[in-house]
């Protein structure tokens, strides 16, 4: 069964406290991995789409990278306006998305 | 930047009423979703809609579920006799290709 677990499931950082999120996936035939950053009442936000193992991509304050088995994102000196929760999803070969539970993240001042 | 918006922001129905919540995919976008997230728990794929005709579906959207594209614009969900465990957000997302699916601010619908 296709399945994507992300820990920790929440995490607090003082503002400047650099960190890594995890996404452990299973998945028959990946055919992408996908960061969202979620805030409250609202719709996820697109970051990132990872395609295979080796594979980064940055943007800001944010990197994600891609193993066969999992994809971490890290956050580099956290800013309080990066508080948000983050989404890891993977496409499988029947073309929907499978979420994982989510990291919520709260950055410090 | 294009996005895709969803109305209404917040629809609250009887149990047993039909409801229809819209979507405004991307312009140029030609796959279309449907998510739903209960509060606190995980977003769960609902339905995937391509060329006039649903691709795939989940086991959650039964014969209650069906989603429509009605003109050249809109894309809808209608759920025919709500119940009170369809409470959740619902969001809309479409992409340009079967990848990197773009989502809406969400419904959030609740059933009394």
């Known amino acids: 069964e296709d399945q994507v677990t992300q820990s920790p499931e929440a995490l607090r950082l003082q503002e400047g406290e650099s960190s890594s999120l995890n996404c452990s996936y299973t998945v028959s035939g990946l055919r992408g991995l996908f960061w969202y950053r979620q805030d409250p009442g609202k719709g996820p936000e697109f970051l990132f789409t990872?395609?295979?193992a080796g594979e980064e991509k940055e943007k800001e304050r944010l990197k994600a990278t891609l193993t066969k088995k999992e994809s971490f994102l890290h956050i580099t000196a956290p800013k309080p306006e990066d508080s948000a929760t983050y989404l890891c999803?993977?496409?499988?070969?029947?073309?929907?998305?499978?979420f994982g539970q989510g990291t919520t993240l709260q950055v410090k001042p | 930047e294009p996005e895709v918006t969803q109305t209404p922001s917040h629809q609250v129905t009887q149990m047993g009423q039909e409801v229809i919540l819209r979507c405004v995919p991307i312009?140029?976008?030609?796959?279309f979703y449907w998510y739903r997230q209960i509060l606190g728990q995980k977003v769960e794929f609902l339905v995937s809609?391509?060329?006039?005709?649903?691709?795939?579906k989940s086991e959650i959207f039964d014969d209650q579920f069906s989603v429509e594209r009605p003109d050249g614009s809109n894309f809808t969900l209608k759920i025919r006799s709500t119940k009170l465990e369809d409470s959740a957000m619902y969001f809309c997302?479409?992409?340009?290709?079967?990848?990197?699916?773009?989502f809406g601010p969400g419904t959030r619908l609740t059933v009394l």
């Open positions: 999803a993977v496409h499988n070969n029947t073309g929907k998305l499978i």
């Open positions: 809609f391509y060329n006039n005709e649903i691709s795939e």
């Open positions: 312009s140029n976008h030609l796959y």
């Open positions: 997302a479409s992409s340009a290709n079967v990848f990197g699916q773009f």
């Open positions: 990872l395609y295979s």
